[in-house]
């Protein structure tokens, strides 16, 4: 087990801290008074989403070599906390899997090198869809680990990694195994199609959105105010290396997902279909015990609540702008 002693401000290292999560995660870090660094590629990440916040930027892809001379150097910031957030899409694995294996492989690689330096406490985003669809549900951290895209292969070996590296170097950390996030900020594009975002917005353009298969495939929802607050917990109590499953403990089909944001945007029309994707999971539901015991916390945020006051609200503005 480790513990990680929060005493006054702290140091912390955001990589991906540009994009989604990470920008909700450095606007509560900057608000309890860290100092914190921003590390972003800006593939998927946003400047406009840390404009408002005073943090150290760095444009850096951690996946290449020459990351590592720029990691070196970092080593002398003593940082207390690395929040590794930054990844290649799931959804764009099987199109470029070694760039997969690159950005969720060599980029954990490179971040477990400078915490070496600096045992710095380490908390990794890890991916929930390693475990598949197991044959009991719902599903926690004793199941067996089911991959079936590059992405969950390759989250699972930066698992490996970091435990081998906290094992031999004393590196503290904790790995997180998300349910599937949304909230304000989530970026849609057209190779990144976060469906609850993707929905909102095509329904806001009076455009039907697309339903991949029959919709009869199902997603655990957690949104991200819920995922931050652990992550701040994790440096807070004490964890060992088995993956935190984070998750509402909800099941619910995209079928029945499209028809709630339909009733709440008054849209009337059925949805696209085209064909399952390829590596998808058919079933996320999954048991959030673990982490209510280890890190003292429990989902707040409910999926219509989320809706009605940060998705839909911030998705409006940004058609209205005409950013989307």
């Not at 005073?54 to 070599?65: A, C, E, G, H, T």
């Not at 909800?250 to 709440?264: G, H, P, R, V």
């Amino acid at each position: 087990m480790y513990r990680y002693e929060a005493c006054g401000m702290r140091k912390c290292l955001i990589t991906g801290g540009a994009g989604f999560v990470g920008s909700h995660l450095a606007d509560k870090l900057v608000a309890q008074g860290d100092k914190v660094t921003v590390m972003d590629d800006f593939s998927n990440g946003s400047r406009q989403n840390i404009s408002h916040l005073s943090v150290k930027l760095m444009k850096v892809d951690i996946s290449r070599k020459f990351a590592q001379a720029t990691l070196k150097k970092l080593a002398s910031e003593k940082f207390d906390v690395i929040y590794h957030l930054a990844c290649f899409p799931r959804s764009m694995s099987f199109d470029d899997p070694f760039r997969d294996v690159e950005v969720n492989v060599a980029g954990m690689v490179n971040i477990l090198e400078l915490a070496k330096r600096t045992k710095s406490k380490v908390i990794f985003s890890s991916n929930s869809g390693i475990y598949g669809t197991p044959e009991r549900l719902p599903i926690n951290e004793d199941c067996e680990d089911m991959p079936s895209s590059p992405y969950d292969i390759d989250k699972l070996a930066a698992e490996y990694f970091v435990k081998i590296y906290s094992r031999t170097f004393s590196i503290p950390a904790t790995i997180f195994r998300f349910g599937t996030v949304y909230g304000s900020r989530q970026k849609v594009s057209p190779t990144w199609k976060p469906v609850i975002a993707e929905f909102v917005c095509k329904m806001l353009k009076k455009t039907a959105p697309t339903v991949d298969g029959d919709g009869k495939q199902t997603r655990d929802f957690i949104h991200v105010s819920d995922i931050v607050e652990a992550l701040l917990r994790a440096t807070e109590v004490e964890t060992d290396l088995k993956p935190i499953v984070l998750s509402s403990n909800t099941e619910l089909s995209i079928n029945q997902l499209y028809n709630i944001i339909a009733k709440l945007l008054n849209f009337k029309k059925p949805p696209k279909k085209a064909p399952p994707k390829i590596g998808d999971v058919r079933r996320m539901w999954y048991d959030n015990a673990h982490a209510k015991k280890v890190l003292r916390w429990s989902p707040k945020m409910t999926l219509m609540e989320a809706l009605k006051k940060d998705v839909i609200p911030y998705y409006s503005k940004q058609v209205e702008a005409g950013k989307i």
